[in-house]
């Protein structure tokens, strides 16, 4: 069974130039050919071709968004510390119509329409949606769902009651309100990954939501759209990982932490229980308390705050 990755990001259905998408979707352009053709939507880490369009909306991808070929879009905010740029108000509302136009167009052929390419042990109450890809010895527990664009490698376990690949909570303000922006990047388990009971892995936007080789998840983990997981982690229950946080190898977290967006924790670092990660941790750092700190210093603030002095 092939269980290989696509290329990064959504295809455009069709190729449309740079001038066209403007002149339908509003904004500028700054230093930008407008003949120049798009083809595929990708995010700044895995942009390498002049035909992307790049999405930027947090400062942390700024070198890497200069760095590439492609177009970049983005907010007026960013748009001065760019070479080149296509900047609108609205960038997220950008994406979410040119993808909701390719899911359309190509009447969602790579999702739900697909086949479902398994021979896993699927409990008779759990459901496997048609483009799931799974591994033989992939375990799907009682209850649990499976969603389409999911890949799941040799010997993966989904708990009870798990949801993994449904869409992200993903959502743009556009002219007319807020409007879903699809997620249609799927999600992939390496292999010996298992999930506890009522785990949900949400699907990503441009990226898949990824959970690596080797990393256990106790209950009610919530992993969101386009997040990173390495390789021989444990997570304790009721933990919350937010939309493209970046989590190194071997890395422990205690049970109700929370790791916010675009956060990257190092490998080898260790989160106590009930933490509130709020900015980057450094491998092999332990942290605790909320927003996080050295575990070593929370205990001294704890300390003082119960001594009374």
Excluded at 41 to 63: F, G, I, K, M, W
Excluded at 165 to 193: K, T
Excluded at 259 to 265: K, M, Q, S, Y
Aim: aromatic share 4%.
């Amino acid at each position: 069974m092939d269980l290989t990755t696509q290329l990064p990001g959504i295809e455009l259905p069709q190729s449309e130039t740079l001038a066209q998408l403007v002149r339908i979707l509003g904004g500028e352009t700054r230093g930008l050919e407008l003949e120049r053709s798009i083809t595929r939507l990708v995010s700044p880490q895995d942009a390498n071709a002049s035909d992307q369009l790049v999405l930027l909306t947090h400062p942390r991808y700024l070198e890497q968004a200069n760095r590439q070929p492609g177009v970049v879009l983005t907010h007026p905010r960013f748009a001065e510390r760019l070479h080149r740029a296509w900047v609108h108000e609205n960038p997220s509302w950008v994406l979410a119509e040119l993808l909701q136009r390719a899911v359309e167009q190509r009447g969602d052929r790579e999702g739900w329409n697909g086949p479902m390419r398994s021979e896993a042990r699927v409990a008779p109450s759990a459901v496997v949606h048609p483009g799931a890809t799974l591994h033989a010895s992939v375990v799907v527990e009682p209850g649990a769902v499976v969603f389409p664009r999911v890949i799941a490698h040799a010997g993966v376990v989904i708990g009870a009651g798990s949801v993994v690949g449904r869409a992200g909570f993903g959502w743009a303000q556009g002219p007319n309100g807020a409007v879903r922006i699809p997620q249609l990047a799927g999600a992939i388990l390496e292999a010996d990954v298992e999930l506890g009971a009522n785990c949900t892995i949400d699907a990503g936007c441009l990226r898949p939501t990824r959970i690596g080789e080797g990393t256990k998840l106790d209950a009610q983990v919530h992993v969101g759209h386009n997040a990173q997981l390495g390789k021989r982690c444990l997570v304790a229950a009721q933990c919350g990982f937010a939309g493209s946080c970046e989590v190194g190898d071997g890395v422990r977290i205690g049970g109700q932490s929370g790791v916010a967006d675009h956060v990257r924790v190092g490998d080898g670092a260790q989160v106590a229980a009930k933490t509130g990660v709020i900015r980057d941790v450094p491998a092999g750092e332990v942290v605790a308390g909320f927003p996080a700190v050295s575990r070593s210093r929370w205990l001294r603030a704890m300390a003082k705050l119960f001594s009374g002095r």
